[in-house]
């Protein structure tokens, strides 16, 4: 990636609003958090995988990733459409459904034996999500043990999906009794201690969306023994909705305040995971559901997707899972059949911050609830590169004020450091779609992806001044700058 060198001209041109003043230690603190090499992860809905192998930028927008932190992101296929699927070993082809637009998705489906081959072909660790719901056990073995025998990057099965939303005509279900935290769990320690034997102990837990009624942590006391079958817990995480017309906000999606507030309720599933010896994820995660909503294809929700990892790994989640929907249908999703979509510049950014060589995050403390720095460490706990993100929200009209972060004790033998910034006209700026041109949303200037998703254009790298360990960066409203120290 090449550098031109410009000088970033700290407190000229446009008056800054407000000087924060931060401390950057130059070893990683002791509550910093390790982060895991596959932190940003995808999901894909169970009926669509295969159409993803047939784009071009499914492969391409994940080794983007894996270039940037040195292991290949990992991929759950699940979703709403997992539960609505019956394995039958005789179809020759993958998936076999009818709908009545290519916008929908099937009310049922059937998949074969090839559906493991594509899967098999995907790098790094793949969840595949089984249907519980349909109470037909015999048949999701069989299909576990199909995925067993074909994929040699087989990480973890899930057994149903989201099924704290099961309702009364769920097969599933007890005629008496109902369904409750207490008889899913029951549900879910039978079904995993009767596959076990066949396909080992590789069970995703929970995946439960109706948090934190229902939790892992509330699960785990109930599984007993069987939690030696359980690889992973996950639970579903979207702070937003957009089901049913109801109304989504980017103002308060992309605000830091807000994320930190969010996410913090995802602590006491991952400590209560972590004593089990067990990893947390958020196996299948966006902006909002039911496919996104107006505020899910925006550079907003790109810069929301940067602060929502960092939050996310700095509460105890391992892994976050950013689901992709039906092709053609998705507001949220990272690429489509002609386009990426500004999202991904942010999952694409905050990859590269955090790098091949980051073992480790930490928030620095800041006098705005609007503004987060981080600092992300090797693993030899020093200083690599800090991130600045100004989560003000910036519509496009009136003036675009910015904030000026001092950072300071610094290397006395640092001269400079180099910047690196993602921006866009404002944050409701979409690419594609009836939205702006390619070019709209930028990495360092000049750096964008074409319609496969390769790299277009090379990032522009601003001279960053230093002076007896102070450095000043400037960052407009509805923008992140990566600082990096080892250029």
């Known amino acids: 990636m090449a550098f031109q060198v410009l000088e970033l001209l700290v407190l000229l041109v446009v008056a800054a609003q407000s000087i924060h003043a931060i401390t950057v230690p130059q070893t990683a603190p002791s509550n910093a958090s390790t982060v ?3 932190l940003l992860s995808v999901s894909i809905e169970f009926f669509a995988f295969p159409g993803y192998t047939d784009l071009s930028a499914t492969s391409t927008c994940l080794a983007n990733i894996a270039s940037l932190r040195g292991a290949h992101p990992a991929v759950r296929i699940g979703g709403t459409t997992q539960d609505r699927a019956t394995y039958d070993p005789s179809l020759s082809r993958a998936v076999n459904y009818s709908v ?4 929908d998705a099937p009310t049922s489906l059937t998949y074969g034996p090839s559906f493991f081959d594509l899967a098999a072909d995907l790098s790094g660790d793949v969840t595949i999500g089984f249907n519980r719901q349909l109470n037909d056990i015999s048949n999701v073995g069989a299909a576990a043990a199909e995925a067993q025998d074909t994929m040699s990057n087989l990480y973890a099965i899930e057994l149903g999906n989201e099924p704290d939303l099961y309702g009364s005509g769920s097969p599933i279900i007890p005629s008496s009794g109902g369904w409750t935290p207490t008889t899913d769990g029951q549900s879910q320690k039978e079904w995993e201690t009767g596959l076990a034997p066949s396909v080992g102990n590789i069970f995703q837990a929970a995946v439960y969306i109706s948090f934190p009624t229902w939790s892992a942590q509330g699960l785990i006391p109930i599984l007993g023994s069987a939690i030696d079958f359980v690889k992973t817990f ?3 995480s979207y702070p937003q909705s957009a089901c049913g017309g109801a109304s989504t906000d980017l103002n308060s999606l992309m605000s ?3 994320i930190a507030s969010y996410t913090s309720r995802f602590k006491p599933d991952a400590v209560a995971a972590h004593g089990q010896g067990k990893q947390f994820f958020l196996g299948e995660t966006n902006s909002a559901t039911c496919g996104g909503g107006g505020i899910s294809p925006t550079f907003g929700a790109g810069l929301w997707i940067v602060d929502y990892v960092l939050q996310a790994a700095l509460n105890g989640v391992d892994r976050l899972y950013f689901h992709q929907g039906t092709i053609g249908n998705c507001a949220y999703c990272f690429w489509n059949t002609t386009v990426i979509n500004a999202p991904y510049y942010g999952a694409y950014f905050v990859s590269q911050f955090l790098g091949t060589d980051g073992a480790s995050i930490s928030e620095l403390s800041t006098d705005s609830s609007a503004v987060a720095v981080y600092a992300v460490y090797s693993s030899s706990n020093t200083l690599l590169r800090t991130l600045i993100y100004n989560s ?4 496009g009209t009136g003036t675009r004020s910015n904030q000026t972060v001092q950072l300071s004790g610094l290397s006395s033998s640092l001269s400079k450091a ?8 404002d944050a409701g700026v979409t690419i594609g779609q009836g939205g702006a041109e390619v070019g709209a949303v930028t990495i360092g200037g000049g750096m964008t992806f074409g319609s496969g998703c390769e790299v277009s254009g090379e990032q522009t790298g601003e001279s960053v001044a230093v002076s007896g360990g102070v450095a000043n960066v400037v960052v407009q409203e509805s923008e992140a700058v990566i600082v990096d120290f080892t250029r």
């Not at 009545?100 to 916008?103: E, N, Q, V």
């Not at 180099?418 to 006209?425: D, F, H």
């Open 36 to 38: 895991d090499p596959s």
């Open 100 to 103: 009545a637009s290519p916008a």
């Open 234 to 236: 996950s639970i579903h």
């Open 256 to 258: 830091h305040s807000g």
């Open 392 to 395: 003000n929200y910036f519509d």
């Open 418 to 425: 180099t910047a690196v910034r993602l921006t866009a006209k």
